[in-house]
């Protein structure tokens, strides 16, 4: 089977992943070094030649990013082997284009065997196999800026790595996962694809003890001194080139050998972030209330009461439930929004509650949500409304309402009854007894 990026086929879109575009483009000199040297105050040059594009992030960060750097990313809690066998199997859609295989959990769990990390595909082609760790400053001193195809350091592959990498993402999300909103889809492969998650496979592999970079201890000493991020940019870089070069030198199997490993690689962090969801990895009928009791205002007086998971619909369904005239149910923030750091870098979490004003009450809490979304915390807030602490009075509510209803009807069927009789037209029937009876 060939590999679905061709030369003659297009790149998936980059839209979607624009928070992901590096600080620096690809320039003449490495992004980390500036044309010029920079000034001091005084009026000196300094005799530092790293550009530094940001200002530097607190301690704690600093001293993550200075870990991450020399041990790299802790492994996961349970093993590649038992993350794949958790992930939900791919259901490819009717339209999937037929080129494009799916590699089964049995499959993927074969190739990687007993071994602490998933293999490694190898590199088939001997002209491909140094230039994952090349830098265009180490290549040829014939290297001509015209000649891009001879091109054997890893900026040039990376550029391709990326685009295949994220086509792996969004295909295993996509398949596994197909039942989740598209803003969520597209944060989960966001988590997958970004540089520090790239770069810690980097580290994992000995990819970094690889590298051939000009002045590379130099930049991993800026980094420790002044958290420049520039080093885990590199260390991404190199895992899309490998990426690459492994699809590129088989033609027939590269690109299911490395969707495979992508797949054994991701599973743990996907089932992470998933259970941080409280979405199971196979999509779910019911959660138990303690799941929502973490939310609720005050403890739940019954456990073990079996809930809907969850329905992004809820607030629609409350509505119908209770929603009348001279009634009102708001929906507004009871704390602060947060943004999300480390895996859930870029995400926001909202935390809305839901009130309501009617049938005797003046704005009465009836449940309390949290989500990535304000929607999201508000479906939430609507679905803790119905099976969480206040459900009694959403029940009440909604029975008074249907007796409402069900009034309003008997005096329109009489209404039209009279009507009837008045103008001649009645057949013998009343409408509220023969409606009332279907």
Not at 316 to 324: N, S
Request: glycine residues 6%; charged residues 30%; aromatic residues 8%.
């Amino acid at each position: 089977m060939s590999h679905p990026l061709s030369e003659t086929q297009s790149f998936p879109s980059r839209t979607s992943s624009s928070s992901r575009k590096r600080h620096h483009e690809h320039t003449d000199r490495h992004p980390d070094f500036s044309g010029k040297r920079p000034r001091r105050e005084d009026g000196s040059m300094t005799s530092s030649r790293i550009k530094h594009d940001y200002m530097p992030e607190k301690h704690a960060n600093d001293k993550r990013l200075h870990e991450f750097i020399e041990n790299g990313p802790p492994k996961p809690s349970i093993s590649f082997e038992e993350a794949v066998k958790r992930l939900p199997t791919p259901i490819p859609s009717p339209s999937t284009v037929t080129t494009l295989c799916f590699s089964s959990n049995e499959a993927t769990v074969d190739a990687i065997s007993k071994q602490d990390l998933p293999p490694l595909p190898a590199i088939l082609s001997p002209h491909l196999a140094s230039a994952p760790f090349t830098h265009k400053s180490q290549a040829s001193a014939s290297h001509s800026r015209s000649v891009a195809v001879d091109d054997v350091s890893y900026e040039r592959l990376e550029f391709l790595g990326d685009a295949y990498i994220e086509l792996i993402a969004s295909r295993l999300i996509f398949h596994r996962y197909s039942w989740l909103p598209a803003g969520r889809q597209s944060q989960l492969r966001e988590l997958l694809v970004k540089n520090e998650t790239l770069a810690g496979y980097s580290l994992w592999y000995g990819f970094h003890k690889r590298l051939q970079l000009h002045d590379l201890d130099r930049m991993k000493e800026g980094s420790k001194i002044k958290g420049n991020k520039g080093i885990i940019k590199i260390y991404g870089d190199v895992f899309e080139a490998y990426v690459a070069a492994v699809i590129l030198s088989d033609p027939h199997n590269g690109f299911a050998n490395a969707e495979q490993w992508l797949t054994a690689l991701w599973a743990a962090k996907v089932l992470d972030a998933i259970d941080r969801d409280e979405v199971k990895a196979t999509r779910p009928s019911t959660v138990s209330t303690d799941a929502l009791a973490k939310q609720a205002p005050t403890p739940r007086s019954q456990a073990g009461d079996a809930v809907p998971g969850f329905d992004p619909d809820a607030k629609v369904e409350l509505q119908k439930r209770i929603l009348a005239q001279d009634v009102r149910l708001d929906y507004q923030a009871f704390q602060s929004s947060i943004e999300l750091k480390g895996d859930q870098l870029g995400q926001n979490k909202h935390f809305i509650a839901v009130y309501l004003t009617g049938y005797g009450y003046e704005k009465k809490e009836l449940g309390r949500g949290e989500g990535k979304s304000k929607l999201e915390a508000g479906n939430r807030a609507a679905q803790q409304a119905m099976y969480g602490e206040s459900k009694a009075t959403v029940d009440e509510c909604a029975e008074i309402l249907l007796r409402k209803k069900e009034e309003a009807r008997l005096r329109r069927a009489a209404e039209n009854d009279r009507a009837r009789i008045e103008s001649g037209k009645w057949d013998g029937r009343m409408n509220g007894v023969a409606e009332g009876s279907k």
